[in-house]
C-alpha cells in the first residue's frame, strides 16, 4: 500500500515541529460583546485569509472555523469534518463531504466522538452514535450552505452546554443569520462519481422593525466511489429574527431527508484474506444469487469479509427551535429557547443467511423448517434497525454584568422517548427489494425498546475582573438522568445466550451534584495571554435499547440489576495550561503571526466497555454483551499551531499534536485477564500535523493546499497490531468569474481535489477486539468538484 513509510516519517517529524513554532490564529472575541474585545489585538492584515480563529474571551483552549473556511474545504462539507484542520482533531470518513455515518471516526484528545458534546445555536445534538438514539449529526441539523461557524473547545467546553456526554470537548455550530438584503444565492457543485449538490437560498431583506428571514433547500446526489451505491440528501432550513430593542427573538426550522449507502469493513485476522474494499453486490441480482450456495452460505473462502447485497442508512428528521434573548437591562440579560426534535430512522442490511450465527437464531422462530424458503428463496434475509426519537426541551439562562463580576446560571431540561426495533424481512428470489425502499411485512420483529429520558441539568458561574489585565472564573454544574427502558416486544429466551429470560427493563437515575470549573486567564501584554482551566465532567448512562454501551443492552435482568447496583458513569477531570499570541511583525516579508500554544493532562476514570465473545454475531443478533467499568485512563499531550502572514497575499497555517493516551488497567473478559494496562488508547495518533497554505495574487483568485498527517494508531485493545500513518493532500482554487449576466451577480467559482497524490492505504481502523484481529475502511482516491456561485 502506497502509505507514509517509517523513512518519510522519521524526515517528517522534524519539519513538522520546526513549522510549529508558530502557534494558532486571528483573535476572535467569540459571542463577546463589542464593547469587551479582549486585550490581545488581532493583527491579521487586512485582506489576509485566516484559516482558524482563536477565543481570547475563554480560560480553556477554543477554536473556531468561519462558514467561509469551512466551504473552501469542501462546499456542502459537514462542519466536523473541517475540524480535521484543528490540531488535537482526527477525524476520517469514507465520502469527501464526511457525511457517511456509519464508518465516521472522530478522536479529540483520546477522547472518541461519542464522548464530545454538540450543539447547534445551543440545541442539543446528543452523543453522534451511528444508532443515535437522543440527537442527530450537524449536518442533519442544518445545511452546511447556512453555517456561520463551528467552535471546538477541549476540556469539557462551557459549563452551560447542554450535553451529558462532553467528557472530551464540545463542538458547537451556529446557523448564519438572515441578510440585511433582499438576496437569492444560488450554488451547484458537479463531480466525481456523478457527485452533484444543489442548493438554493432565498433572503428576504429587512422587512421593517427589525424582522428578516431566510429559507433555503438543498439536495444531493453522489454515488459511492468503491461500489453502486447512491447517496442522497434532501434539506430544508428556515430562520427568522426580530431585532428589537427589548431583545432579539429567533425562530429555526429544519427537515432533512437522507439516504446513505454503507461501506463494509474488511476484517483483518491471521489466515484471512482481507480485500481493500468489500462493496455490496447491489443492483448485480444476478451475481448476488450466484454468490451464495444452495443454503445461503457465500464462499467459505471469504470468512466473515462475505459481501452483502446492500446495506443503507435512511434518516428523517423535524428540528425545530424558538429563542428570545431579553434585554432585560443594559447589564441583565435573559435567554430562553425551546427545541422538538422528531427523527424516524431505519438501518438495513440485505445480507446472506447463512452466515454470522443467523441460522441459529432464525430456527428459534423457524424450527424444523427450510430457512431459504421462508426468507423467498434467494439466500438473503433484509435485517432492520428502526429508530424512532421524540425529544423536546428548554434551557433558561441568566447573564448579570455586576460591578467586576459576569454572574452567569441557567438551566436545562430535555425529555426524551426513544425506541428501536429489530426486524428481519424476506427478500424475495422473484422481486427484490432496493437499498432506497424501506422493507414491510417483517418475517421477525426480534426486539423492540421503549426508553424514556429526562435530562436536568444546572450551572452556576461567575468571571470576576480582578484587574483589567487578570481575570478568574469558577463555578459547577449538576447533571441528573432519570431513565426507564422497557421492551414491548421482547427477544425469545432461546435467542439469547446463558440461558437469559429477556433483554433487561429498568430504572437507573444517577446524580452528580457537583461538577466544577476553575479557569483564569492573564493578558500579560497587548499581544499575549495565558490560560488556565481544571474542571470535571461526568457522560451519563447510554440510553439506548438492545445494543451499544447501553445498560439496556445486556444480556439478561440480573445482569442489569448488578450493573445498576456497582456501576458508575464515566467522568473526566481535565488540566489545560496555554499561551495566545497575536502580533503585528516588521520582518521583512513576513508582516504577521497569531498562535496558541495548550498542553493538557486528562484523568479519564471508569471507563466503560461492552464486551463480547463475538462482535459479527453481536451487530446482527444483538443483546450479547457485558457491559463493564474496565479501569482509567491518562492522557498527556501538547497542541501547538499557528499562522504566519506574509502580507496580503500569503499565509501559512501549521498545527502539530502530541497526544499520549494510556490504559491504566487490565480488565477481566469471563475469566481471562486482558493486558491492556499501560496500553496505548487505540486510533488515537501520538503525532498529527496539519498545513494549510493559502496564496492570493489578487482580488478575484485564491489558492489553498492543504495537508494531513496522522501517525500510526494501534488497532487493538493490547497494542498487537497497529495501522501505518498517511498523509493526504486538498487543493481548494476559487475566484470570481469575470462576466456577469442579465441577472446573474456576484459569480464565483471553485475547484476541489481531495488525495491530491492519490494515496492509497487504511484511512481507519474499526477496533473491535482485544488482540488478533481488527477491521479497516480504505483511503478513498482522488476526486475533483467544481462549484459555481451566484446571486440574483
Not at 206 to 233: P, T, V
Not at 401 to 422: K, M, V
Request: charged share 15%; proline share 6%.
Amino acid at each position: 500500500m502506497n502509505v507514509t513509510s517509517p523513512s518519510d516519517r522519521a524526515i517528517l517529524r522534524p519539519s513538522l515541529i520546526a513549522i510549529a513554532a508558530s502557534a494558532l490564529c486571528v483573535s476572535l472575541a467569540h459571542a463577546a460583546p463589542v464593547d469587551e474585545m479582549p486585550a490581545v489585538q488581532d493583527t491579521t492584515p487586512a485582506g489576509a485569509v485566516a484559516t482558524v480563529e482563536i477565543s481570547t474571551r475563554k480560560t480553556r483552549s477554543s477554536v473556531a472555523m468561519t462558514g467561509t473556511e469551512i466551504q473552501k474545504v469542501m462546499p456542502g462539507v459537514n462542519p466536523l469534518k473541517a475540524l480535521q484542520a484543528l490540531p488535537g482533531v482526527s477525524f476520517q470518513t469514507a465520502d469527501p463531504w464526511g457525511n457517511n455515518e456509519q464508518n465516521l471516526s472522530l478522536f479529540v484528545h483520546g477522547f472518541n466522538g461519542q464522548q464530545l458534546g454538540y450543539t447547534m445555536d445551543g440545541v442539543p445534538l446528543g452523543d453522534q452514535q451511528y444508532g443515535n438514539y437522543n440527537g442527530l449529526a450537524p449536518q442533519r441539523a442544518v445545511t452546511s450552505e447556512n453555517v456561520r461557524s463551528v467552535v471546538l473547545s477541549t476540556g469539557a467546553g462551557d459549563l452551560g452546554t447542554p450535553s451529558t456526554s462532553n467528557l472530551g470537548g464540545t463542538i458547537e455550530t451556529y446557523s448564519s443569520d438572515p441578510l440585511g438584503r433582499r438576496n437569492v444565492s444560488l450554488q451547484q457543485t458537479v463531480g466525481s462519481h456523478k457527485a452533484s449538490r444543489s442548493f438554493v437560498r432565498f433572503d428576504s431583506g429587512n422587512l421593517g422593525g427589525g424582522s428578516s428571514f431566510y429559507i433555503s433547500g438543498l439536495h444531493h446526489e453522489a454515488k459511492a466511489w468503491d461500489f453502486n451505491g447512491r447517496q442522497s440528501n434532501d434539506q430544508v432550513n428556515a430562520k427568522f429574527v426580530h431585532q428589537g430593542e427589548k431583545g432579539k427573538l429567533t425562530i429555526f426550522a429544519d427537515w432533512s431527508d437522507k439516504i446513505e449507502p454503507n461501506e463494509d469493513s474488511s476484517l483483518h485476522q491471521a489466515g484471512l484474506n482481507s480485500p481493500y474494499t468489500r462493496p455490496f453486490l447491489y443492483p448485480d441480482f444476478a451475481a448476488a444469487l450466484a454468490y451464495l450456495d444452495r443454503s445461503g452460505a457465500p464462499p467459505a473462502a471469504v470468512g466473515a469479509n462475505f459481501r452483502n447485497y446492500y446495506s443503507d442508512a435512511q434518516r428523517t428528521d423535524k428540528l425545530a427551535y424558538v429563542k428570545y434573548d431579553a434585554f432585560l437591562t443594559d447589564d441583565l440579560t435573559w435567554t430562553n429557547q425551546y427545541y422538538f426534535h422528531h427523527n424516524d430512522g431505519v438501518g438495513v442490511v440485505a445480507g446472506p443467511i447463512n452466515q454470522a450465527g443467523l441460522p441459529a437464531l432464525f430456527r428459534v422462530y423457524y424450527p424444523n423448517q427450510d430457512l431459504k424458503t421462508v426468507f423467498g428463496n434467494s439466500g438473503y434475509a433484509t435485517r432492520t434497525t428502526e429508530y424512532k426519537i421524540n425529544r423536546q426541551g428548554a434551557m433558561s439562562t441568566l447573564r448579570w454584568d455586576f460591578g467586576a463580576h459576569r454572574i452567569q446560571t441557567g438551566l436545562w431540561f430535555e425529555h426524551n422517548n426513544s425506541g428501536a426495533y429489530r426486524r428481519w424481512y424476506a427478500l424475495d428470489v422473484n422481486n427484490p427489494s432496493t437499498p432506497y425502499q424501506r422493507p414491510s411485512n417483517p418475517l421477525i420483529t426480534q426486539y423492540g425498546s421503549d426508553i424514556d429520558n429526562k435530562v436536568v441539568q444546572f450551572h452556576l458561574q461567575d468571571e470576576w475582573k480582578l484587574r483589567p489585565d487578570l481575570t478568574l472564573q469558577g463555578g459547577f454544574k449538576s447533571s441528573l438522568q432519570f431513565a426507564e427502558g422497557v421492551f414491548p416486544v421482547q427477544q425469545l429466551p432461546a435467542a439469547l445466550s446463558g440461558g437469559s429470560q429477556g433483554l433487561p427493563e429498568g430504572k437507573i437515575t444517577t446524580k452528580k451534584w457537583f461538577l466544577p470549573q476553575v479557569g483564569a486567564r492573564w493578558d500579560i501584554s497587548s499581544t499575549d495571554q495565558l490560560f488556565a482551566n481544571i474542571q470535571k465532567n461526568m457522560r451519563q448512562f447510554v440510553t439506548y435499547g438492545g445494543g451499544g454501551n447501553s445498560p439496556w443492552s445486556l444480556s439478561s435482568q440480573p445482569a442489569f440489576d448488578y450493573f445498576k447496583a456497582t456501576a458508575k458513569p464515566e467522568t473526566s477531570v481535565t488540566y489545560e495550561l496555554g499561551l495566545r499570541d497575536s502580533r503585528a511583525l516588521d520582518m521583512g516579508a513576513l508582516t504577521a503571526f497569531d498562535g496558541q500554544v495548550t498542553l493538557y493532562h486528562v484523568n479519564f476514570s471508569d471507563r466503560q466497555l461492552a464486551i463480547s465473545s463475538n462482535p459479527i454475531i453481536t451487530s446482527f443478533a444483538g443483546g450479547t454483551t457485558i457491559l463493564s467499568n474496565v479501569g482509567s485512563v491518562k492522557t498527556d499531550g501538547v497542541d501547538i499551531g499557528g499562522t504566519l502572514h506574509f502580507g496580503r497575499a500569503f499565509t501559512f497555517y501549521d498545527a502539530v499534536s502530541y497526544n499520549r493516551s494510556t490504559y491504566q488497567d487490565s480488565y477481566l473478559s469471563g475469566t481471562t485477564v486482558v493486558p491492556t494496562a499501560g496500553k496505548t488508547v487505540p486510533n488515537t495518533p501520538k503525532w498529527m500535523n496539519k498545513f494549510v497554505a493559502t496564496f492570493k495574487p489578487g482580488a478575484d483568485l485564491e489558492f489553498a493546499l492543504a495537508g494531513d498527517f496522522v501517525g500510526r494508531r494501534y488497532a487493538t485493545y493490547t497494542n498487537d497490531l497497529d495501522v501505518p500513518s498517511y498523509f493526504l493532500l486538498g487543493l481548494n482554487v476559487s475566484g470570481k468569474v469575470p462576466f456577469s449576466t442579465g441577472f446573474l451577480k456576484n459569480m464565483r467559482w471553485s475547484v476541489n481535489m481531495t488525495n491530491l497524490a492519490d494515496r492509497k492505504g487504511v484511512l481507519q481502523p474499526n477496533v473491535g477486539q482485544a488482540s488478533g484481529s481488527y477491521a479497516t475502511y480504505p483511503i478513498p482516491p482522488r476526486m475533483g468538484f467544481f462549484t459555481l456561485k451566484a446571486d440574483i
